[in-house]
């Protein structure tokens, strides 16, 4: 346990950087949210401490296994950055937020075609809303877009290369999967491709199904992201990265469902070979 700290430590302070950088780039003037962000930096990054230091897992999935955590981390910390710096060509005359806003508008069209997601988030802008928040709406949903997908191409190329989870053949399933009980179904095999099946499809759904539960919450308490750029930042990194980070999880599921399938297949053919009934005469 004791080495396991400065990795812990390490992982903390990545965390608390990762999450008070847009507050950096994007000063907020309300107090308040200022406040919530840094409250929310030390608990996120108690949480990973406590979770890479510790000896026995609790809840953290895919502890031992990288690079899947770190491409979750990647993700996230690359579309909050990229979004804040772009949202802060209104404020400042910098070259790169204005490179970054005049790219994440280009990419916004590019993937505003009918039943996009990028076409829903534009549909359910309010009434009033300008041409300059609209641009920056839609430069937020591009770059969170093209982030996203290039976190979930990294990581297919990745697994491909490492011959992920090992290739070795050997998986810690209660280290790396702690949450999951391979006892409940019939066969593992089939209970990891039905998980694997099952976020595959809510990561399909997760970007039509969140901007109405948001529409919906920002008008009964009349909370509005354009008002706010650090929440636009925060709203459209959550709206990309949850399904991205089910994506993840289901390719994950599934490949190590492969794995166990082409490892029980090995045995069988060598307790075959070892049968007198397989041997020439």
Do not use: C
Not at 56 to 79: C, D
Not at 144 to 168: D, E, H, K, N, Q
Not at 248 to 268: D, H, N, P, Y
């Amino acid at each position: 346990m004791i080495s396991q700290l400065p990795g812990a430590s390490v992982r903390a302070a990545l965390v608390v950087a990762m999450v008070l950088t847009p507050s950096l780039l994007l000063p907020e003037a309300d107090p308040q949210i200022t406040d919530a962000i840094v409250l929310m930096a030390l608990f996120a990054a108690l949480f990973v401490f406590i979770e890479y230091g510790s000896a026995y897992p609790s809840l953290v999935e895919f502890r031992g296994a990288p690079p899947i955590n770190r491409v979750r981390f990647g993700v996230m910390f690359a579309t909050l950055m990229l979004i804040a710096i772009a949202l802060d060509a209104g404020r400042s005359d910098a070259l790169l937020s204005r490179l970054l806003l005049a790219v994440g508008v280009l990419l916004g069209h590019a993937t505003d075609f009918p039943l996009s997601p990028v076409r829903l988030m534009m549909w359910l802008l309010p009434e009033g809303t300008t041409f300059a928040q609209a641009q920056q709406f839609r430069a937020a949903a591009g770059l969170a877009y093209l982030v996203s997908l290039v976190g979930l191409t990294l990581f297919a190329i990745l697994i491909r290369l490492r011959g992920w989870p090992s290739a070795s053949g050997s998986f810690n399933v209660w280290i790396n999967l702690p949450t999951f009980d391979p006892t409940a179904g019939s066969d593992v095999v089939r209970q990891l491709n039905r998980d694997g099946a099952v976020n595959i499809s809510l990561g399909l759904l997760l970007p039509y199904l969140t901007p109405p539960l948001a529409l919906f919450v920002g008008r009964n308490y009349e909370v509005s992201v354009l008002d706010s750029p650090l929440m636009l930042t925060w709203t459209m990194t959550l709206w990309a990265f949850l399904p991205a980070s089910l994506f993840l999880r289901g390719i994950a599921m599934r490949r190590l469902a492969l794995m166990i399938s082409q490892k029980r297949r090995r045995l069988t053919l060598v307790d075959g070979a070892a049968d007198p009934a397989f041997l020439p005469a």
